[in-house]
């Protein structure tokens, strides 16, 4: 099947548990449960477990994931979890990288193999979801988890794999295309989020607040993204996050420029009833008007 060949060596690897099925977390009628630290790796484990997990996202609906902290409830989820999902040792949710010392169950550090991607100074950018691309490899290891846990269901999780990996190499496509030909290749966005897509379609993004978003971004910062439109540097447009602070901070910036302003979602948290791709299109179609890319 495709998917194997998507999924590599680890998952191939993984099967071999089939010959351990009584040492897994998961029983032949049971669910495995999966804590994910943040939505977009919910989603994956949603997408490749489909109705034999259980997922619990670990970052509430419209709450910055940098500020996330953790109930006693979720402590004790992921203490008992089947498998848990972070983004590894990075400083980004200080509260999860604690917690997952006390994980019971298979734990999947997704920045361990991503890990070479570039840094803003000595921080590691977090978002390495807004990148197509990386969100496969995201997908791979999390297919990887659920076989090597469930292994009884490898042929089901590897069939919903490889339908998400099939959705997300379209969406890659897409963006090739639709970022082909256009006016600007810089833009302003309020968060700075999107290192990733942007090196990914050949766009830089220039942040108003840094990878952490600040409660009141500098002076010099805002000056700069302002000359930068002004001087035709950069698109005539401010891209705000859409959380409140963001949608301040980007019109504020925006009508000081004489520019319009519009979301761009870097899927910190859940978008329900939205998700992850439709969320993804959404953010195309708003970079393709604010870098006038061509019809």
């Not at 979890?81 to 734990?107: C, M, N, T």
């Not at 988890?145 to 269901?153: E, F, G, I, N, Y």
Request: hydrophobic share 45%; net charge negative; glycine share 10%.
């Amino acid at each position: 099947m495709r998917v194997r060949s998507r999924l590599g060596a680890g998952f191939v690897g993984a099967s071999v548990a089939l010959f351990a099925a009584a040492c897994t977390g998961a029983s032949s009628e049971g669910r495995v449960n999966v804590v994910a630290a943040i939505y977009p790796l919910a989603w994956a484990a949603q997408q490749v477990g489909g109705d034999r997990v259980d997922v619990e996202d670990l970052t509430p609906p419209g709450v910055e994931a940098h500020d996330a902290t953790l109930t006693a409830a979720q402590r004790a989820d992921i203490q008992t979890a089947d498998v848990v999902v972070y983004l590894g040792r990075i400083d980004f949710q200080p509260d999860v990288e604690r917690a997952v010392d006390d994980a019971g169950g298979k734990v999947i550090d997704v920045t361990a193999e991503l890990g070479n991607r570039p840094r803003t100074g000595e921080t590691f950018d977090p978002h390495l979801w807004l990148d197509p691309a990386d969100m496969q490899e995201i997908v791979r290891q999390v297919a990887d988890a659920l076989v090597t846990t469930d292994p009884s269901r490898a042929d089901g999780y590897a069939d919903r794999a490889e339908a998400a990996l099939g959705a997300l190499e379209d969406l890659d496509a897409t963006f090739r295309a639709g970022l082909a030909g256009c006016a600007f290749t810089t833009f302003v966005v309020t968060h700075e989020a999107f290192g990733y897509l942007a090196g990914a379609y050949g766009l830089r993004q220039l942040g108003i607040e840094g990878l952490a978003p600040e409660s009141e971004p500098s002076a010099a910062r805002i000056q700069a993204a302002a000359q930068a439109i002004d001087q035709g540097r950069a698109a005539p447009v401010v891209f705000y996050e859409e959380t409140e602070a963001g949608r301040r901070v980007g019109r504020s910036v925006a009508a000081d420029a004489g520019v319009p302003a519009l979301p761009l979602n870097a899927l910190e948290s859940d978008p329900a009833p939205l998700d992850y791709v439709s969320v993804m299109e959404e953010n195309l179609t708003n970079l393709r008007e604010g870098l006038r890319c061509r019809a």
